[in-house]
C-alpha cells in the first residue's frame, strides 16, 4: 500500500510538473492536474494541502535530483575540469527533457505567485563548481591566474542565463551545442594550458556516466 502511495505521488509531481511548465502556477488547476492525471482532486489533497504545496514539492524534487546526478557524473579519481564539464551537459540535459526538473525551474521563476517557501537555487551549484575548481588547481589543471571562487561564480552565471536565451529562442533544443559553443569560450581561461580545450571537452563529451558500474568504468578509462 504504502508503495503503491509513493508511485502515485511520483507520478502525480511529474504530471503537475509538466502542466506547471507548460501553462505556469497561475494558469494550472488541480482540476487540470486532476484531467491529466486520473486523479480526483480528492485523492490530489489526499497527497498535498492545496496547489501551493503541490509546487513546494515539484521545486523540492528538482533540488533533490542533483546530488545523485553529481555523484554519478563525477567519479572518484576523474580528472575535475573535464569532470564539471561532463556534469554541466547532464544538468542541461535535465533542464531539457526532465519534467520535475523542467517545472521546478518554472515554478521557481514564478516564485513570488506561490504562497510557500522555496529553495535557494544556484548557491549548492556555485560550492559544486567551486570545489571541483579547486580539484582542479590540486591536479595542477587550473590556471595560476583563476581565482577558483569567483570562477565558479562565473561559470554558474554563464549558464543559467545560457539556459534561459536557449529556452528562449528553441526551447533548449539546441543546449547542447550552445553549451558546447560557451566551454570553447571558458577551458581556455581557465585551463593551465589553453592547448588543451578541445582535449578536455572531447573527453568531457564522449564519456558518460549515465548507467551504472561499466559505464563508470568507461569513464574512468577514458580518462
Given amino acids: 500500500m504504502q ?13 503537475a510538473a509538466r502542466l506547471f511548465h507548460e501553462r505556469g502556477f497561475a494558469g494550472t488547476s488541480i482540476s487540470d492536474i486532476g484531467n491529466a492525471s486520473g486523479l480526483t482532486s480528492g485523492a490530489i489533497y489526499f497527497h498535498f494541502t492545496n496547489k501551493d504545496a503541490l509546487a513546494r514539492a515539484i521545486v ?7 546530488p545523485e ?5 563525477i567519479p572518484a579519481g576523474a580528472p575535475a575540469l573535464a569532470g564539471l564539464v561532463r556534469l554541466s551537459f547532464a544538468v542541461a540535459r535535465a533542464y531539457r527533457d526532465d519534467p520535475v526538473v523542467r517545472g521546478g525551474a518554472r515554478l521557481w521563476g514564478e516564485r513570488y505567485a506561490i504562497d510557500a517557501t ?24 587550473l590556471a595560476d591566474r583563476v581565482d577558483p571562487a569567483a570562477a565558479a561564480r562565473s561559470i554558474i552565471h554563464a549558464f543559467f542565463g545560457m539556459h534561459t536565451v536557449s ?3 528553441s526551447g533548449r533544443a539546441d543546449i547542447e551545442n550552445d553549451l558546447t559553443d560557451l566551454w570553447r569560450l571558458l577551458l581556455p ?17 564522449a564519456c558518460t556516466t549515465d548507467g551504472p558500474g ?8 577514458a580518462e
Avoid at 546526478?69 to 557524473?73: F, T, V
Avoid at 581561461?189 to 563529451?205: G, I, Q, S, V
Avoid at 561499466?214 to 569513464?219: D, E, H, L, Q, T
Fill in 167 to 169: 529556452d528562449a529562442l
Fill in 118 to 141: 522555496l529553495p535557494t537555487p544556484f548557491v549548492d551549484w556555485i560550492a559544486a563548481a567551486h570545489a571541483l575548481l579547486d580539484r582542479a588547481r590540486a591536479e595542477g589543471d
Fill in 3 to 15: 508503495e503503491r502511495a509513493g508511485a502515485t505521488r511520483q507520478s502525480l509531481l511529474e504530471t
Fill in 189 to 205: 581561461a581557465l585551463l593551465a594550458d589553453p592547448l588543451r580545450t578541445e582535449d578536455t571537452l572531447t573527453r568531457a563529451l
Fill in 214 to 221: 561499466v559505464a563508470r568504468k568507461i569513464c574512468a578509462d
Fill in 60 to 66: 523540492e524534487a528538482h533540488f533533490a535530483t542533483w
Fill in 69 to 73: 546526478l553529481i555523484e554519478r557524473q
